[in-house]
């Protein structure tokens, strides 16, 4: 499966942005999809999860409230809605295939990622 990401750019603190990740090849949707992001020095951190079906999703405690992972089955589409955003969240974020159906915080549950896209929040 390919995944590829897009949606990333530069935002002003406060701002929104909203990321997809298009699912290709054998994509198969009876799978959980996730976001990683990863900042500069830092680890790749878990930004949130959403199960095969969609029904339930999963984010991060620090981005909790601000932050919602959707899914389109029909069209092996999954979203990212970034609002609120803070400087902290400047990474680059990563869209992942899950091993599992249910949603999940660990990387290494995920067998496929895409390349990923640089999200900057900056005045």
């Known amino acids: 499966v390919q995944l590829v990401e897009a949606g990333g750019g530069l935002v002003q603190p406060g701002g929104s942005l909203r990321l997809s990740c298009a699912a290709s090849?054998?994509?198969?949707?009876?799978?959980?999809m996730g976001w990683f992001r990863q900042a500069p020095g830092n680890d790749r951190e878990f930004v949130g999860s959403i199960s095969w079906n969609g029904r339930t999703s999963k984010v991060a405690d620090s981005v909790r409230g601000r932050f919602t992972i959707s899914r389109d089955i029909v069209k092996n589409m999954v979203y990212l809605q970034m609002n609120s955003l803070k400087p902290e969240d400047t990474a680059v974020y990563f869209c992942?295939?899950?091993?599992?159906?249910?949603?999940?915080?660990?990387?290494?549950?995920?067998?496929?990622w895409g390349q990923g896209t640089q999200v900057t929040v900056s005045s």
């Open positions: 090849g054998n994509a198969n949707s009876a799978y959980a």
């Open positions: 992942a295939q899950s091993i599992t159906q249910e949603v999940n915080w660990r990387s290494s549950l995920y067998k496929s």
